[in-house]
């Protein structure tokens, strides 16, 4: 564990980290980690077989979801849901925490449940979840909205 990654992600400097086994950043987020991280992963911009090391400051389902589909071997967060608890221990990684939560916050409002775990949280079966994210995630881009269609002005 490098302790400076979590200090970062515990200051929420960044939100999490994801390193190498050498611990070098190959993939780091200051917003909605796990929104980034899933659309990375369905971008394809993850190695399957690579081992990663992951520091986040929330850790909930689909941290534990994403554990299934990603070759992460550790896993250092502040805070752990207790749904997230769940999974992590039906894992073989080795991971730690230092706050156990009911559910992981939103990254915009912490007085909100995040709610992609808030989904995860109601709904038991892994494929729906799994297509939950996928859905969510898999192509996702930004809507463009730059340009607005105003019908009074012709070109």
């Not at 769940?86 to 706050?99: A, G, N, R, T, V």
């Not at 939103?106 to 995040?114: L, P």
């Amino acid at each position: 564990m490098d302790s400076k990654l979590l200090i970062k992600v515990e200051s929420k400097e960044l939100l999490a980290i994801l390193t190498d086994k050498n611990n070098n950043i190959v993939w780091k987020s200051s917003k909605s980690p796990v929104s980034e991280m899933y659309k990375e992963y369905f971008r394809g911009n993850f190695s399957e077989d690579e081992p990663y090391i992951l520091y986040t400051n929330q850790a909930g389902m689909a941290v534990g979801i994403i554990l299934t589909k990603l070759n992460i071997v550790e896993c250092h967060a502040v805070k752990m849901s207790e749904c997230g608890l769940k999974l992590f221990k039906k894992s073989s990684i080795k991971f730690d925490y230092k706050e156990l939560i009911p559910l992981v916050k939103s990254s915009k409002d912490e007085n909100k449940v995040c709610p992609i775990e808030k989904f995860l949280s109601e709904h038991d079966k892994q494929e729906e979840q799994w297509n939950f994210l996928k859905e969510r995630f898999k192509n996702n881009d930004e809507p463009h909205n730059v340009c607005e269609w105003n019908p009074n002005t012709t070109n």
